[in-house]
Every structure is written in structure tokens, then in C-alpha cells.
């Protein structure tokens, strides 16, 4: 196979396995990202996120990385439901209904990896699913697969916003794809819509104001500041998506995994505040929610609690 015929076989691979879209862009040092990372840390825009100061060459290098490496592989999948949880309830974000994430996806990326080793060769490479540092969405936009929107998400005309995304980075040349162009025009709907004011400027989010870090990354006590902010917001937080215009766009996902445990859809306010363990431990066996644990799922509510 020359580049051209590889390229056309991963994607098709990709498609194969469940994958929204995928796209390829040269593994190299990501010069326009390094200025902004590094204003966004000395900011203190990460908080207590201290592990993003981790590594900054990595981050920006996926030479550094992963060693030989050619190619940077991005991927998205749709986690969009196709039920919404009761309005009425305290709330979880949308990527977090059904089974963690990392497990689902990391079994796709290593089947895509097994799968270009057997059609192509001898291919050496790593699967990241936003658990390394790899800048995945400045990836994805430069593979052509959406643009970074004012919000900070990547957006598609198509599809909109509510997937994951995830990338292979391999030691095999291919053929690379080039990077869209801005769709968000004068629109400000994920700016005024935000909460707490977490998106700063257009394109720019203070990380350390966001209700996702409250609820998922703070360890500590959630600054009183900050009380009656949170729009009944447990564990994590979707205005900014909920908001924009191309999420209309939005398909439902036919990820089975994603489906939520039957109780989550019904559970009212009340159920939340019972909540027991082992309720959470049935309900969450798998879940992403597993990782702000029962303890920091309780502080979430006692905080919003009316």
C-alpha cells in the first residue's frame, strides 16, 4: 500500500469500528498551541489541576511521546443520547451516563491499532484517550475534523459537539489532512449561557471557574463564591453545548455501553439526596462519575442543594 491507500484503509477501518470520523495530521511540534498553553498555566487557569503543568514538551511534541512517530491519527464518537435525564433532577453530563468512556474507546484504538498492523506491518504506536498529555482537540482541528469553538470544544457543522475524541499516534507516514475554518461567526450563546462565567473571552476558559472542575477535579471544599451558581449541576456540566447552534445537529449515539443503568433517567432530586453506596455502586459500576467518588458526588449536592 502507498500513503494514499493506508490513509483510505484506516479511516474505512475507523468507520468499521464505530467512529464518527477520523483524520491525520503530521506528527510535529504544536508551535501556535505552545504560546497559549503557556499563558492559560501562568493564568492559573488550570486550578488545582497541577498535572497539566506536567510534561509541557509532551504535550506539545508527540515525537516526545512517542518515539518514531509519523503520524497523529484523530478519532471522534458520538455519545449523544438519545434520552435526556429528568430536567427536574440534579444533573450529570451527557458523556457520563453510560460506561466510562476510556474503557470503550480503548478497546477501539487497540483493534484499529491490531488491524493496521495486520493489513499494513510492522507499525509501532500508543492509544491515548485523554488520560496522557496529547492536546486532543488542537489534533482534531488540525486534522481537519472540526474547529475549536468559543467555548473551547471542537465543533462540526455536522454533528456538532458531544463526542469524544481520541487519537492513535503511529510511526507510519500517511496522508494528511488540513484544518477547517471557524463557523462560530458573531455568535456568543456559550459565553453569556456559561454559569459562572467561565469562558473568559472567546475561545479563552479559566478552567479553575468552570463547573466541571468544581464538580469532578477539586478535591477541596467548592469556594462559597460560588454558591447558587451551579444550575443543578452534580457532575459536570453541558450549558456551553446545550447552548450552541450546531449542536440542533446532534445525532443519537448507537454505542450501546453509553446507555445509562435504567434507574439513573427516573431518579429525582430526593433519590439523589438518599442516596446510598450502594446505590451508587450499582448504578456507577462502570461510570465515569466513579472518579469524583460517592464522597464528592455528596459534597456536589449538599453545595446546590436548595
Not at 464518527?20 to 511540534?29: N, P, V
Not at 474503557?103 to 487497540?110: A, C, E, G, R, S
Not at 469553538?149 to 465543533?155: A, F, R, T, Y
Not at 454505542?255 to 455502586?281: A, G, Q, R, V
Request: charged content about 25%.
Amino acid at each position: 500500500m502507498n500513503t494514499t491507500e493506508r490513509s483510505k484503509f484506516i479511516k474505512a477501518e475507523a468507520k468499521r469500528l464505530g467512529f464518527l470520523s477520523c483524520g491525520i495530521s503530521k506528527a510535529e511540534f504544536l508551535e501556535n498551541e505552545a504560546p497559549r498553553l503557556e499563558t492559560w498555566l501562568k493564568n492559573n487557569a488550570h486550578g488545582e489541576m497541577r498535572y497539566m503543568e506536567n510534561h509541557f514538551d509532551k504535550r506539545l511534541d508527540p515525537t516526545k511521546l512517542v518515539e518514531g512517530s509519523k503520524s497523529v491519527v484523530s478519532l471522534l464518537l458520538n455519545y449523544y443520547p438519545s434520552e435526556i435525564q429528568n430536567p427536574e433532577s440534579y444533573k450529570l453530563s451527557k458523556y457520563a451516563y453510560g460506561t466510562d468512556y476510556h474503557f470503550i474507546i480503548k478497546d477501539k484504538l487497540k483493534a484499529l491499532l491490531y488491524t493496521i498492523q495486520s493489513e499494513i506491518g510492522d507499525v509501532h504506536g500508543r492509544a491515548f484517550v485523554d488520560s496522557a498529555p496529547v492536546l486532543d482537540k488542537a489534533w482534531a482541528a488540525r486534522s481537519g475534523l472540526g474547529w475549536i469553538g468559543k467555548h473551547s470544544n471542537l465543533l462540526t457543522q455536522q454533528i456538532g459537539s458531544f463526542y469524544f475524541i481520541a487519537e492513535l499516534i503511529i510511526d507510519l507516514e500517511l496522508d494528511y489532512d488540513h484544518a477547517t475554518t471557524d463557523h462560530c461567526g458573531t455568535c456568543t450563546a456559550c459565553i453569556d449561557a456559561c454559569p459562572t462565567e467561565a469562558i473568559t473571552e472567546p475561545y479563552i476558559v479559566d478552567g479553575s471557574k468552570c463547573i466541571s472542575y468544581f464538580t469532578i477535579e477539586l478535591k477541596d471544599n467548592i469556594p462559597s463564591d460560588f454558591k447558587g451558581q451551579f444550575d443543578d449541576w452534580m457532575f459536570g456540566c453541558d450549558v456551553c453545548q446545550d447552548v450552541c447552534p450546531w449542536n440542533r445537529f446532534s445525532k443519537a449515539h448507537n454505542e450501546p455501553l453509553f446507555n445509562p443503568h435504567p434507574e439513573l433517567m427516573s431518579m429525582s432530586k430526593k433519590d439523589w439526596e438518599d442516596i446510598t453506596k450502594d446505590t451508587f455502586n450499582k448504578v456507577f459500576k462502570n461510570s465515569a462519575v466513579k472518579r469524583t467518588k460517592y464522597e464528592g458526588l455528596q459534597r456536589n449536592i449538599r453545595f446546590i442543594k436548595k
